[in-house]
């Protein structure tokens, strides 16, 4: 018997294709055809997340990006929102639509916590009032993070739908007044529209309330599926990555098993990484290249789902990916949009000068750890044997997400059925390479934005 217990997390700046994987891990779940249930768990974040997915239905490919909700909702598994979730509500009603029944398949633990309108109202606030600019998606998280330290101007789901509510919305946002009124906000009138705004929301999700930790912990040893999906990347965790410029939730794989009680050994954890990284929202990035980013960024589309902004790209960082991948335990590492770099020639970083670089007389020291500023770094020292490493020939006929026309899906199909033997020698070598100084081996490798356009180096 098969149980699939995955983890998928990200090791970048995040936007490194978790939505596809988990999909895809999901996908393969619901083929086993065992009887067993397949549930997808989120464990962190919010609706800064933007997961999007192609996948094809009667001939026809469909976009599907999620916010709220566990991207196990395109496949139509068990959904799970786990205690740390800055959890929105109306977002995830949102994305339910009209959906037939959801009944006894969403679990939102009672303790999620939930984020209001006035989180978001904040957070475009106090960015206003910061010197530094962090760029945040908007979406009220660091303000609801905020909330759950404070402790008393939380509120747990299961408050949240019982008819305590209205009494302990008055009491936080009682307690919020100073900072409401200062970002202009009359506190009589939002209370009255928040009330209004969820009196339907509470309703439809009144029955989802669990105690989620023993509900998984019943799935598991009734060897049913389970997904555990994270959001962002290591390197936005807020205690791990490039401070300050990160988000809220501590979103590294070992802090899900402290809240969702399922346990690491159980699980096989899947680092993503797209090939090159990407960053929305402001913060350093050594690698980033502005001819690497023209190259790119267009013709691969990398806009946030989120937010619309444009993504910047730099060339492979692999620093970051070895030291991410410790951090989050991975056991394995699956590189995404290996589609979009043909043609082109990548380099490798694999340590950072800081105060100067070699030669320059400035007497520039070069490290091999990740330092708490990257913006100190002055120069990223690619390994020479790195450099002009084309994975793939051009032209870039499999470059852009939107380019999904039948063609392309045949080629790609092409690709997938070779397996992993018959991909270019240039992408072999390099993965040869990454694997030995990242420490992880790759198992697979995405060549196109669609469900199971993924390349596995060995038969799972
Ligand atoms: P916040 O999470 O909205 O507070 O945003 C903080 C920083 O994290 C900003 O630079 C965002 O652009 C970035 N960020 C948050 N969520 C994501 C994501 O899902 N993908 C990429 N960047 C993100
Ligand atoms: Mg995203």
Known sequence: MTQILDMIVGGQWGDEGKGKIAAEAAWRAQQLNDGKRTVVVRYQGGCNAGHTLYILIEGKLHKIVTHAAPMGIALNTDLGIGPDVAFDPVALVNEMGEHPDYSGRIMISERTGVLFGYHKLLDGWRETQRAGKIGTTGRGIGPFYVDAAMRSTHIPFAVYVSD????????????????????????RELFRETMEEHEAVRERLASFCERLEYR?????????????EGAQGAMLDRNMGTIPDVTSSQLLAPHAFATLGLRREDFTIYMVEKVYPTRVGNGPMPTYDAEFNAAVQPNAGEVGASTGRDRRCGYPDWLIVQRSAFLHDADAIIITRADNVQGLDLKAGVGYWIGGQLNDGMGGELIDEVPLDLGAVTGVFYKPDHFGWRLWEGPQDLSHPEAVDAELRDKRAAKVQGGFDALPDGLRTYLWRHDEFVGKPTMAVSIGPALNETVWRVDR
């Open 164 to 187: 305590a509510f209205p009494k302990k919305l008055e009491e936080v946002l009682q307690q919020k007044r100073m900072e409401l009124e200062a970002a202009g906000v009359d506190v």
């Open 216 to 228: 998984l912990r019943e799935y598991h040893e009734n060897g049913d599926h389970i997904i555990i």
